[in-house]
């Protein structure tokens, strides 16, 4: 396992960017495992010989199982003004997903209204009549293929419960290892081959354009999948 300095894709005096391993979670929760939130509190804490608590604001969340890249603000404007982009949608995302089955077609964007199961920590497709249900929106397209599985590039334009997860189970591609969603079989780390890929975004004070690419997991099936990117 990586060191996070190995870790680190982007940082500077507002913003730090991790490339989160398959199944670390990212912030606290029930189950008291340390989480990517506190590993980046002590980094700072230790690099910058900061005396006292850390500040370090979570900008957004990937779900425990996926890896990719997590951004975190340094400062509390950062945050401030990072969280507002996400919710202007001024923060791009693009994930890869590894799925057995090949999509209907080749690309395409799927616009489907999902709801949140909270009892079963899981998300469903219906319909716009059902008040609960909030519209999800992304696109693929197929960029890679191996023997046994697609390559798909995911671009996100909305950030609903397990969308990614639940829209492309929907078109009968569960991402691989995802029990929850209807892949047969667990990966042996728990993760899923879902991977935030690529951020991009204005930066909060500099306002200069920021991209920054996740390197995929060292884990199989994903080396395979190293030269379609």
Not at 99 to 114: G, Q, T
Not at 145 to 161: A, P
Not at 196 to 213: C, M, N, Q
């Amino acid at each position: 396992m990586k060191n996070l300095s190995d870790r680190i894709l982007y940082e500077d005096n507002h913003l730090l960017i991790v490339n989160k391993l398959p199944s670390e979670i990212v912030q606290g929760d029930k189950t008291g495992d340390i989480c990517l939130l506190d590993d980046v509190k002590e980094y700072i804490k230790v690099k910058y010989n900061k005396p006292g608590n850390v500040f370090a604001g979570l900008v957004h969340r990937i779900d425990r199982p996926v890896s990719g890249a997590v951004l975190f603000a340094k400062t509390s404007k950062a945050l401030s003004r990072m969280t507002e982009k996400v919710k202007d949608r001024d923060f791009h995302k693009t994930y890869l997903a590894l799925v057995k089955n090949h999509p209907p077609k080749e690309s395409d964007l799927l616009e489907d209204y999902i709801v949140k199961n909270e009892k079963m920590n899981k998300s469903f497709v219906t319909t716009s009549a059902n008040k609960e249900a909030k519209l999800a929106r992304l696109s693929y397209r197929v960029i890679g293929r191996s023997d046994n599985f697609y390559l798909l590039e995911i671009e996100l334009f909305t950030g609903r419960h397990h969308q990614i997860r639940c829209q492309l189970a929907n078109i009968g591609c569960p991402i691989k290892g995802d029990l929850k969603y209807g892949y047969p079989r667990s990966n042996p780390d728990a993760s899923i081959c879902l991977h935030a890929y690529r951020i991009s975004f204005e930066h909060p004070t500099l306002k200069t354009p920021v991209e920054v690419v996740a390197p995929l997991p060292e884990t199989m099936p994903w080396p395979a999948f190293e030269e379609f990117l």
